[in-house]
């Protein structure tokens, strides 16, 4: 994105719309169903789309069978395309239709690209299907078949034929389109993977695909998948209304997917014309090919296959100006699933791979016992519960996790007391051990002002509490053989925020590394919801939920409501933060992108859009705030605090966000600069225009 362009615009953030039309048809009337896919193209266009996808032989329906024969049907089909290129001239799309169509005395099932009147291309099926209720090899030839690379049609002369087409927009530098026609995509290696490994990024099925039962989840999973191995958006759609029920029957079926999401489908034996729309994030797929370097070592083994395609250019026009928001939904907490059935789902899973980690590593080591310290806070109570379990899974009793609490010069009551409700709930072997005399007797040693009755509570004053924590949580290991279990998350590594070395940012073994705050939240919250642990650890559970999340390391002000220290007052909210995370992370998107859909999801969206967002997390925040917390990430995560991830104990890695384990998902170096990030802070506008 550039700073002259739109910021409210989609198409300035590397996302594209596109459609997918079912039509109503009418069996060898190519005029009546020409004009249906007019009709949808022009809601297509008024929709902002640039792609739009049609059903398999869509001019003169899929169920002509010897029909296809006659002369009269494919002049008529000829005709109808030639109305719908006049009718598209001035619109800014790129259409693929479906017809029949005959070159040297062969006739192909073909898909016909098209784009403001012209007709870029036409493909033939590369596998027309002959068995079960498909006898397409009767009327039609494998594209294979044919000689000629160009054809005339409609009226275009010299346009390519074959089906080894890509179709680059040379205004969009990600969009690449290959097609397809339904069986193609049945076959063991479909055309569209060669297709992927030739550059395509966009996928284009027309299909007919009569239904029968359990064939729509057959579907779903077949264009997911596909969409997934080759690291592209797939844009399918089946035949609907008004194709013959001779013998079949037909329930419209239209899919977008990317990367394996669907993320738009259509309403299933629709009667009238449909159309879908969502958008794809192109840098996403662009990003993960990046990445993923057996893409490139596919691209290297496939390269003779690669070598018969050919490039037709066009432009895609995209409307870049005025304001132009999502219509797919982007998840305000992208760890979290947003399903609640999925939600608990994702929990257990999150739960089980903490616990065989940690458990997997006491067999290891041989060590029976765990030390844990125990703040009353969630990233302490998430460890606790996984300590807890670990131990039970191996078949040692509760008593072996050795939990300490630790109350320092600011630890509330409120947190002491939930740690102590805790540790009984657990049936644990529970301590409660002051360190302010040993943190006294180091500030004294190393000369700092509050010993004298100064209240200079700098970063020297917080880190001697911290540091003597960890420090007798190692010597109680010793002493105990056991083995300390560290509590930081994801969330605080990223940010910087954990006591480096002697401090909270070391333990021989941390659970919660690879967990965000939002997600230990979740996971917590299942766990109370699913009395695990009873209904009075339960209790505790929520009550922990709710307590305001602070390192309790500087006093409250006399007479003060709350801690003397909110951590997201400093750092940001979490909620936020971890949304940075995630698109930084796993994307590597740029600010502008970020603040993009950080907007798109938590800004006030009205007329009632997403009620189904539970209460409390009903958040908002504008353009500004958004600004402001990007940049305390920005300048945290890339400038300040790789030193302490370069250094991180082991960890379970727990979800495809990333973890930031310098032996697994990230590497990046200690002495970095973060201006190529922060400069790009100044395309995002300063408040919601």
Known sequence: MRAAQNFYNLYNHDFIRVAVGVPRVRVADPAFNGDQTIALMRQAVERKAIVVLFPELGLSAYTCDDLFHQRALLDGCDAALAKILAASAGWPITAAIGMPFEVDHLLYNCAV?????????????????NYREFYELRQFNPGDHAIRTEVTIAGNRGVPFGSHLLFAADDLTALTIHVEIC???????PPSSHGALAGATVMLNLSASNITVGKADFRRELVASQSARCLAAYLYSASGAGESTTD?????????CENGNLV??????NYGP???TSEIDLERLAQERMRQTSFGASVRNARAALGDFRTVSFSAAPPREGRLALERRYERFPYVPSDPARRGERCAEVFEIQVQGLATRLTATG????????????????????????????????????????????????TLAQARRLMAAIECESHELDIRPSAHQMLKDIGHPYVEGREQFDVTFENVQAGERTSHLFRIANLSGAMVVGTGDLSELALGWCTYGVGDHMSHYAVNASLPKTLIQHVIRW????????????????EILATEISPELVPARAGADGPGQSTESIVGPYELQDFNLYYTLRFGYPPPKIAFLQWSAWHDRTGGAWPDIPAGQRNQYDLAQIKTHLRTFLYRFFKLSQFKRSCVPNAPKVGSGGSLSPRGDYRAPSDSEAEAWLAELDLIPDSDA
Request: charged share 20%; proline share 6%; hydrophobic share 45%.
């Open 367 to 414: 060590l029976k016992r765990v030390v844990l310290g125990i703040s009353g806070g969630i990233d302490s109570t998430h460890a606790m519960l996984v300590c807890a379990q670990a131990l039970d899974r191996l078949g040692y009793p509760r008593a072996n996790l050795l939990a300490y609490t630790m109350p320092g010069f600011a630890t509330s009551a409120r």
């Open 264 to 269: 738009a489908e259509s309403e299933r034996f």
């Open 274 to 276: 449909q159309l879908i």
């Open 527 to 542: 766990v109370a919801d699913t009395e695990r642990f009873g209904a009075e650890a339960s209790a505790t559970l929520r």
């Open 183 to 189: 069986e193609d995509l049945w076959v063991p290696i």
């Open 113 to 129: 690209i098209l784009n403001r009147g012209r007709v870029l291309g036409v493909v033939p099926k590369t596998y027309p299907p």
């Open 248 to 256: 079949l029957a037909w329930d419209g079926h239209a899919l977008i």
